[in-house]
């Protein structure tokens, strides 16, 4: 059993700033990918981010190429999602997740979900 907690949101201004923190605890054992998904209000769940354990290989949604860096600390089981120049499409509560297989971009490829981080882009 994996357990993930998120850290990090808030609110901010366009074209600020925020990093995400997804603290993983248990026996991670099985995990090869981490990976940042949000939902908006009235939206379904979008991927954002992934990124492989052991490599840092990482791949991103189009919409998020060039601002987002997604990256890795594993002496802490810590995974980072650095947020820049965001805008107020960028408002959604974004979910850390883990699971086994490598970098999927489904929601339904991971097998761990955290409770979500409020993101919050005023214009």
């Known amino acids: 059993q994996v357990h993930l907690v998120e850290s990090g949101g808030g609110l901010v201004q366009t074209g600020g700033s925020l990093r995400l923190s997804c603290g993983a605890s248990g026996r991670p054992f099985n995990i090869l990918s981490m990976a940042w998904f949000r939902q908006a209000p009235g939206k379904e769940r979008e991927f954002v981010a992934a990124i492989m354990w052991r490599h840092g290989s990482a791949r991103y949604a189009d919409f998020v190429k060039g601002r987002f860096t997604m990256s890795k600390d594993n002496a802490k089981n810590t995974a980072l999602l650095e947020m820049n120049a965001l805008t107020p499409d960028d408002t959604a509560v974004y979910y850390c997740?883990?699971?086994?297989?490598?970098?999927?971009?489904?929601?339904?490829?991971?097998?761990?979900w955290g409770q979500g981080t409020q993101v919050t882009v005023s214009s």
């Open positions: 997740a883990a699971g086994p297989r490598v970098v999927p971009t489904t929601s339904s490829e991971y097998d761990y």
